[in-house]
């Protein structure tokens, strides 16, 4: 079998390599929303770098915030509502206490028979109003309560929700 032998010498050579294959990052996430929104601002772009927290997208959060919006005012007028029931209660108490009084004082008249069955009368029949008026203030406060407990809590959910309208890098990449 033949041999050539040649003296080494050095020549140039590209300084890159083609070669096939895939690339991935070490670290991968899958992002989405918990609202299914219309896309507003795309704030990267694929193969840009991101730092942890960065915003990356930014959805249509419109009715969110109305939803908010309207859960603020909601709370406003619940407020004013407690402030109003409040108004109606010592009012409804301080009559409550005035049908009380007189309806001793009817009662006692007419064992004395001082007064008439029909004052006595009156004075039961005004005594069971103020107690109704009385229940039914507090009744009121207590629904204006809830309806402000539940104008918060449709304002924190509308801020979760609101919330979920911006997407943000889970890590650097």
Do not use: Y
């Not at 990052?25 to 601002?41: E, F, I, K, M």
């Not at 619940?78 to 029931?85: F, G, L, N, T, V």
């Not at 206490?97 to 309806?103: D, E, M, R, S, V």
């Amino acid at each position: 079998m033949p041999v050539t032998v040649a003296p080494s010498a050095m020549r140039d050579r590209p300084q890159t390599s083609e070669a096939g294959g895939l690339v991935r990052g070490q670290t991968s996430a899958t992002l989405s929303s918990r609202v299914l929104p219309t896309v507003r601002d795309v704030l990267v772009q694929p193969g840009d770098r991101v730092r942890t927290g960065q915003v990356l997208l930014r959805l249509d959060d419109r009715d969110v915030s109305a939803a908010a919006r309207e859960a603020g005012a909601r709370g406003t007028v619940a407020e004013r509502s407690i402030d109003a029931a409040r108004i109606e209660q010592d009012a409804a108490d301080a009559a409550l206490t005035l049908a009380q009084a007189t309806h001793r004082r009817i009662a006692a008249l007419h064992e004395r028979k001082s007064a008439t069955p029909q004052e006595l009368d009156q004075a039961v029949a005004n005594l069971k109003a103020a107690e109704a008026r009385a229940a039914r203030s507090r009744a009121a406060l207590s629904e204006a309560q809830a309806n402000l407990t539940a104008s918060k809590a449709a304002t924190d959910a509308a801020e979760v929700t609101s919330s979920h309208a911006t997407i943000v890098a889970p890590f650097d990449g």
